[in-house]
């Protein structure tokens, strides 16, 4: 009772600490951002859920109002989260800024849970302090509003947690309860951030297999670890595969040229470890220019200094022993890995790890180096929780009393730097400004324009030869011939209007970006769809012969659209259906 007692006071000091850390999300109005669509994204997704497309892929209201495939390439779930409180009846702008809020708080709760495993309450504690006020959280939120990237952080922890108690359990594994939690974190991440994927997994899958290698249970873990990882990666795929298979449809290049060319965005060691510097605005070529900090804390890299010593000099002390430490002390082992993680990710943002970016195609998709800050924080944040760990296991077998006293002294030398920590990055954890914005304001005139346009070269079908300029103004023109068209009416995903046509060898314009599957039927019978040269945009044109017409046209699934919302649909079965024949759950959960 008094443990349970102790765990509910910690993550209720978590709690306070997550919302002091995101205090301006719930103070009245809106705050400008870097990616200022996440209002308009909610928007979408909203609309696809009324209209019945499930799982949302063609958004109506982007591109000028041609629409195109947002949420077929773009993570949907911090979105469906923010979905919850749209339900509760809250206007967007507190459901952009709460699920903001959301992602800070959660962050720090789920850095405790996997942080307590290896260090305590305390060490927990501390860890959870350092991964919710590292500099480059506030950077996510307050600076670039990359939502996505935010709830990525969250995700981390649980991923190497749940990883970790599968390791450890000697149930079977269809009564392995973390082999669930793994799963279901894993397609938290693999519908939260594409490129958090790109760069996290193989570190976990690293680590795994030295664990398994070193434990000499390769051959004993292994199909687990591939069953509950395919379950994951299973109820992920009606996303994760059409992104992965059907980006040659767009224009995806254009989020590697230009502003996006990785080789603009290197960051100094000033700017990495020293610089006090803060600003809102962009980052752009040339360091002396650049608008927006990428600090990785001055806090976070001098305690994994301070870790890496002591846990030198903790090993120096035990020489005679260290075979057996190493094999058997996963703290140590753990630890000791994620400073190299840490570190080498702090590399990847500086200009002298360019070769590798030049070597590696994939890495270019990342865009932006310094991308790998997020797992420089999370390594240094979780070791942070190892410098009370260690410093008890200096004084192992002396007196009680003075493991007490130790404990007491450093307990408060390191809650005092804690808060330490909070007053030197407070400033950091603020909005820019903020203003009376309501929903009306933001979905109306130049700011939905603005929302509209913006990012629009990025899931640009790749039929368009440019992006459109100018707003939709009816959803589909006579280009040749007589018609009149009647009843036009939209959803999300489809098109229905009337058309009587008074002339031989009419064309009809459907101001619809074209994208694989688009069908239109006249009259229940399906027409071909074409898009003449000299369509500048990729709307997709028909014939009609004379008479009247009910013309519908629709998004229709794709082979892997459909085939991977069959895996999912699958998965998500299997899922309950393991949750249903576990017998016993694990203590530990």
């Not at 004993?220 to 990666?233: A, C, V």
């Not at 140590?332 to 070597?359: D, E, N, P, R, Y």
């Not at 820019?432 to 009306?440: H, S």
Request: proline share 4%; net charge positive.
């Amino acid at each position: 009772m008094i443990n349970k007692i102790k765990n509910s006071l910690v993550i209720f000091l978590i709690l306070v600490v997550g919302i002091l850390a995101s205090r301006d999300l719930f103070r009245f109005g809106y705050f400008p951002m870097h990616d200022d669509l996440q209002m308009m994204r909610q928007l979408q997704l909203e609309k696809c859920f009324k209209d019945g497309q499930i799982p949302c892929r063609w958004v109506p209201d982007m591109a000028y109002g041609y629409g195109f495939p947002l949420f077929n390439y773009y993570p949907p779930l911090p979105y469906l989260i923010g979905q919850v409180f749209r339900t509760m009846g809250l206007p967007f702008t507190d459901t952009a800024k709460y699920t903001f809020a959301l992602s800070i708080i959660l962050s720090g709760i789920t850095m405790y849970l996997f942080s307590r495993r290896f260090f305590g309450k305390f060490g927990g504690f501390i860890s959870s302090v350092f991964y919710v006020w590292a500099p480059y959280h506030a950077v996510d939120v307050y600076v670039r509003g990359a939502m996505n990237e935010s709830w990525a952080l969250v995700w981390f922890p649980l991923i190497f947690l749940s990883s970790y108690e599968m390791l450890k359990t000697k149930k079977k594994f269809l009564e392995n309860g973390w082999g669930l939690v793994f799963s279901v974190s894993l397609f938290c991440l693999l519908t939260t951030h594409n490129l958090m994927v790109l760069i996290f997994i193989p570190i976990v899958m690293v680590w795994l297999f030295l664990r398994l290698f070193i434990e000499k249970a390769i051959t004993s873990k292994i199909f687990e670890y591939l069953f509950y990882g395919l379950l994951g990666l299973g109820m992920a795929s009606f996303f994760t595969l059409p992104a992965l298979l059907e980006n040659k449809f767009t224009q995806v290049k254009s989020q590697l040229q230009g502003y996006y060319d990785y080789s603009a965005h290197f960051v100094s060691i000033y700017q990495l470890l020293f610089s006090r510097f803060w600003g809102f605005g962009p980052s752009v070529w040339g360091i002396e220019a650049d608008r927006m900090a990428f600090p990785v804390g001055h806090f976070h890299w001098i305690a994994s200094i301070i870790v890496i010593f002591l846990l030198a000099a903790y090993l120096i002390k035990k020489r005679d022993k260290l075979i057996i430490i190493i094999k058997e002390n996963d703290t140590l082992f753990l630890t000791g890995f994620l400073f190299c993680v840490g570190w080498v990710s702090a590399f990847f943002v500086h200009q002298k790890s360019a070769i590798i970016w030049s070597a590696i195609e994939q890495l270019r998709y990342l865009q932006f180096p310094w991308r790998f800050i997020t797992i420089t924080i999370f390594s240094f944040s979780f070791i942070a929780g190892f410098i009370p760990y260690i410093i008890l296991k200096f004084f192992e077998g002396r007196s009680w009393l003075i493991k007490f006293s130790l404990k007491i002294f450093s307990s408060a030398i390191l809650l005092l730097l804690t808060l330490l920590l909070i007053v030197f990055n407070w400033n950091y954890f603020k909005v820019e400004t903020i203003g009376p914005v309501t929903d009306e304001g933001k979905f109306s005139g130049v700011a939905w324009d603005l929302q509209q346009t913006a990012g629009i070269y990025d899931y640009l079908p790749i039929q368009a030869k440019i992006a459109p300029n100018g707003p939709k103004r009816v959803i589909a023109e006579i280009m040749d011939g007589k018609v009149e068209i009647s009843e036009p009416s939209e959803g999300t995903n489809w098109i229905r209007f009337k058309a009587k046509v008074l002339s031989e060898d009419s064309k009809v314009r459907i101001n619809t970006l074209d994208f694989p599957n688009w069908r239109v039927f006249a009259n229940g019978i399906e027409l071909k769809k074409y898009i003449p040269e000299e369509e500048m945009f990729g709307r997709f044109w028909i014939d009609l012969p004379m008479g009247d017409h009910e013309i519908y046209a629709k998004l229709y699934n794709t082979p892997v659209r459909t085939i991977s919302n069959i895996i999912s649909l699958g998965s998500f079965s299997l899922f309950f259906i393991v949750l249903y024949l576990r017998r016993n759950k694990p203590k530990n959960i």
